[in-house]
């Protein structure tokens, strides 16, 4: 029984029950990825399928956010002369984002959705980062901006659950 198959123009790989020592029914579905080329075929009854596709999902959707995200600090390069404002638009517009999709995820129910996954962990996950904004803002402390560095901060954070909970109430 075949649990996963990758199939791609140049690749073409399966992964069998007996290759991971696990045994489940027939019924499977076919997740697609255009964006990637990949169509991935995962048994319905198998746990260990559920999370290989949760991570397709969930990776899908970072790489479009990831993307997303490197094109507006390319589009911004010539702004970002000494604070961070592509870091930070693009973490406060992800932080709105999150709060709407929280929002209509949870008032229709479907929080843990292949969209919900693909959206909110994976999209808006892959397009903020917390690791990049901790690396500008010990850099504007290591650089002497101490106010930049307390307003990029304050900003960031305030601004950030204050936008989250403003999507989230305006959608639910």
């Known amino acids: 029984m075949q649990i996963l198959r990758f199939i791609s123009r140049k690749v073409s790989y399966a992964l069998t029950a007996d290759n991971l020592n696990m045994r489940g029914e027939e019924g499977s579905f ?3 990825s255009e964006l990637c080329g990949i169509f991935v075929s995962i048994n ?3 746990m260990v399928s559920d999370i290989i596709k949760n991570i397709l999902v969930v990776g899908a959707g970072s790489f479009v956010g990831g993307s997303c995200r490197y094109l507006v600090s390319l589009a911004m390069k ?3 002369k000494g604070f961070p404002w592509a870091t930070l638009i693009v973490n406060l517009v992800g932080c709105f984002l999150i709060g709407l999709l929280w929002g209509v995820f949870s008032r229709n129910g479907t929080e843990s959705s292949n969209w919900a996954l693909f959206l909110t962990v994976g999209l808006c996950g892959g397009f903020t980062t917390f690791s990049t904004f901790s690396k ?3 850099l504007m402390l290591q650089g002497g901006n101490v106010w930049g560095f307390a307003g990029y901060l304050a900003i960031s954070v ?3 659950i204050a936008l989250v909970a403003l999507g ?3 959608m639910r």
């Open 44 to 46: 319905r009854n198998s």
């Open 78 to 80: 010539s702004v970002n």
């Open 168 to 170: 989230y109430f305006l």
């Open 30 to 32: 076919v997740c697609m």
């Open 136 to 138: 500008e803002a010990l």
């Open 158 to 160: 305030i601004a950030g």
